[in-house]
């Protein structure tokens, strides 16, 4: 039995990868659908603001959620797909009925702390399995949402 996957990676780490990256998914896909209620459901003098920032948010969670899926099935696994999973392997917690702008920030910011925990994690176990393709992709998630978490603080001020 051969002991590395088609690109060259240890089936077992890439297996160790693979059940990471899926609660990742989870995470996005939680967060993803809590964005878009953001979206649909922002009100007040923050509205025109917020609803467009919501937007670029959820369409941005959504090409990565497509992306870590995509690793997912590179690294010869199986991408979770359905809401029960997501809910269940989620640490992203789903958010119902907010319609307040800063109060929508504030979970925003809790979820990108989640995720950014999450790659670091997914970066450290990568790094073992020289698995360079997923280092490189949690690294430009890690620095774009450390970004985003300075620039959603500075709202909040």
């Not at 990471?20 to 659908?33: H, T």
């Not at 109060?103 to 399995?129: D, M, N, P, S, T």
């Amino acid at each position: 039995m051969k002991k590395s996957n088609l690109i060259g990676l240890d089936k077992i780490k890439s297996n160790v990868l693979n059940q990471n990256l899926n609660v990742l998914l989870a995470n996005y896909m939680v967060f993803y659908q809590n964005a878009r209620g953001f979206h649909w459901n922002i009100k007040g003098d923050l509205f025109f603001e917020l609803h467009e920032k919501f937007e670029e948010l959820y369409n941005d969670l959504n090409i990565k959620a497509d992306e870590i899926a995509e690793r997912i099935l590179t690294l010869e696994g199986a991408p979770i797909h359905t809401f029960d999973d997501f809910i269940k392997y989620s640490k992203i917690k789903v958010v119902k009925d907010v319609s307040d702008g800063k109060k929508a920030v504030q979970f925003i910011l809790e979820a990108l702390q989640i995720l950014i925990i999450e790659q670091r994690k997914i970066y450290e176990i990568a790094g073992h399995a020289a698995d360079d393709g997923t280092i490189a992709l949690m690294s430009d998630y890690v620095r774009s949402q450390e970004k985003l978490v300075w620039m959603y603080s500075a709202f909040l001020k």
